[in-house]
């Protein structure tokens, strides 16, 4: 299974800051990278599909890139919305694997 | 509007069943492999199962292999997963989502979450 490593476990920020997570693969996995966010108590969220594409209604203030094996997801300008945690997830191969999440507080 | 609503949960002692199922509204449930992600109570997100459009290949992950079976109704829109000799460690909230893309096979983006439906394992 590949295995997906994000950095950092967790993260303080706040209002108007801007923060990167980063993700690594354990092998290529081209562009198939995708992230969600997930507040407590609710399902997780879409928000980027092949590392970089926006799903449909997200914020422009999230943005995602890489290839290959290290992937990031910035929020610039953040709001207390986005206070949430974030995982990855490959989707190059089955089992699609998950980051063990950032979780973006205060 | 589209959505997914889980519905089975609940609590079981070790060794027992259980079926969840997963009604979809919304979109056209039978051009898209579905799947369940389950989450631990404060933990991560784990893949545990996958079904084609088809309802005749399926995946599971190595943790319930052999315990679960995965099926799909795709003139009800519905899917389940029935779950046998349960154990503590399989206590989750478990998501019914759908794939992203309705080329991909079971490698894919979700872009639908329900809501989960809470499985806890205990005597």
């Known amino acids: 299974d590949i295995q997906m490593t994000q950095s950092p476990s967790s993260l303080s920020a706040s209002v108007g800051d801007r923060v990167i997570i980063t993700c690594r693969a354990s092998?290529?996995?081209?562009?198939?990278l995708n992230w969600y966010q997930q507040i407590p108590g609710k399902a997780p969220k879409f928000l980027i599909h092949?590392?970089?594409s926006l799903q449909s209604g997200v914020p422009s203030r999230f943005s995602g890139s890489g290839s290959g094996t290290d992937f990031s997801l910035t929020i610039s300008n953040l709001q207390p919305e986005d206070f949430a945690t974030y995982y990855c997830q490959q989707s190059f191969t089955t089992p699609n694997t998950f980051g063990q999440g950032t979780n973006l507080e205060v | 509007e589209v959505q997914l609503v889980e519905s089975g949960g609940g609590l079981v002692q070790p060794g027992g069943s259980l079926r969840l199922s997963c009604s979809a509204s919304?979109?056209?449930?039978?051009?898209?492999?579905m799947h369940w992600v389950r989450q631990a109570p404060g933990k991560g997100l784990e893949y545990v199962s996958a079904?084609?459009?088809?309802?005749?290949?399926?995946y599971y992950a190595d943790s319930v292999k052999g315990r679960a079976t995965i099926s799909r109704d795709n003139s009800e829109s519905t899917m389940s997963l029935q779950m046998s000799s349960l154990r503590p460690e399989d206590t989750a909230v478990y998501y019914c989502?759908?794939?992203?893309?309705?080329?991909?096979?079971?490698?894919?983006?979700?872009?639908?979450w329900g809501q989960g439906t809470m499985v806890i394992v205990s005597s």
């Open positions: 989502v759908k794939g992203f893309d309705s080329s991909s096979y079971f490698a894919d983006a979700f872009d639908i």
């Open positions: 092998q290529s996995i081209d562009r198939y």
């Open positions: 079904i084609a459009t088809n309802g005749r290949s399926t």
């Open positions: 092949s590392a970089s």
């Open positions: 919304g979109f056209s449930f039978s051009s898209y492999a």
